[in-house]
């Protein structure tokens, strides 16, 4: 990440990431992430610089900002081209609460 004014990148994240996109304040990065065993969804707080996991993003890719506190992500099935769209809160969602189907 750079500021737009220019000066050093500075590396948000050491891990594998596909797609990325910041929310409508331009406070939040939401992230893909994909590992050996599957694909989840996480957001880089800009003002925190917190990295959080989204509970219940395991299989999740490609989040979209709908709004400020709402994210979309397709879940792609392995044995099946099909997709599911997912409904994902940030900031996330309560202990123990889930990501609701679309």
Known sequence: M???DGGTPQKIVDKD???ATWSPDGNILALSFYTRTGPFLATYDLRSGKLSQLPSSTGLIGAQWLMQDT??????????TARQVRVVANPPPAKGSRVRRV
Request: hydrophobic share 50%; net charge positive; no cysteine.
């Open 2 to 4: 750079v500021s737009m």
């Open 17 to 19: 990431t596909g797609s």
């Open 71 to 80: 994210l979309i992500a397709a879940a792609r099935h392995p044995a099946r």
